[in-house]
């Protein structure tokens, strides 16, 4: 059987998990949250006492000890670390600046690129993250490319972290998407690009229902 893949790709805070996992439910889709799975390596760093920035040839000497799991549940899908749910913890705002700076490091790519690819041959997927479409879903079958602009992701995710009870700062949230972004597009390996043959979609002006419909569209034409 020829199961069909989804890869979207784009910046952080643009949608792209919210829209990929409402996207896959509606369409009995397979949800891959990359960015959970290196949001989960940044945490494991984190826990260790690993400076990501200055000793990054220690986190590599770890790679064995990151066991991360993905399971499927009634309330979506769960992030395990070491045995040990994580889903809410690999939110925090520490642990996303933490996995942009986890996701320069070529080792660490290999190792969690391969699980990807693995997930992706048994299932009709979604998977989203900054390098799908090129790297690793390069024969996807639909690729897009969700964006907004920094304002704009740096608002939502002040209003989804507020909404959760936690305290933040927009500003520094925005300092933070601004940094990322320009980490992820400027690494040595897989840096944040549109695909030539990935499709843009624009969320700046969408309402949540109308960017998850827009990608609905985008993958029935392949159906």
Request: aromatic share 6%; net charge negative; with cysteine.
């Amino acid at each position: 059987m020829k199961y069909v893949s989804v890869a979207i790709d784009g910046p952080a805070g643009a949608g792209k998990s919210s829209v990929s996992k409402a996207a896959a439910k509606s369409l009995g889709f397979t949800y891959i949250d990359t960015g959970a799975m290196y949001r989960a390596a940044a945490l494991f760093a984190i826990e260790h006492g690993i400076d990501l920035k200055n000793n990054v040839q220690e986190l590599i000497s770890h790679l064995d000890d990151i066991k991360i799991v993905i399971k499927y549940t009634d309330e979506g899908q769960r992030i395990y670390l070491s045995g040990k749910d994580v889903s809410e913890r690999i939110r925090e705002e520490e642990v996303s600046v933490g996995a942009s700076d986890v996701a320069v490091i070529p080792q660490v790519r290999t190792k969690l690129v391969e699980l990807q690819r693995e997930m992706a041959k048994s299932a009709n997927v979604i998977m989203d993250g900054r390098d799908i479409c090129e790297y690793v879903l390069p024969d996807a079958q639909v690729k897009i490319f969700l964006t907004a602009s920094v304002d704009s992701r740096a608002r939502r995710r002040y209003d989804e972290l507020t909404a959760k009870g936690i305290e933040c700062d927009f500003e520094k949230i925005k300092a933070d998407m601004e940094y990322r972004d320009k980490n992820d597009s400027t690494r040595a390996v897989s840096p944040l690009k549109q695909a030539k043959d990935a499709t843009l979609v624009d969320t700046t002006d969408l309402t949540f229902e109308q960017a998850v419909e827009k990608v609905k569209e985008l993958i029935k034409n392949v159906l």
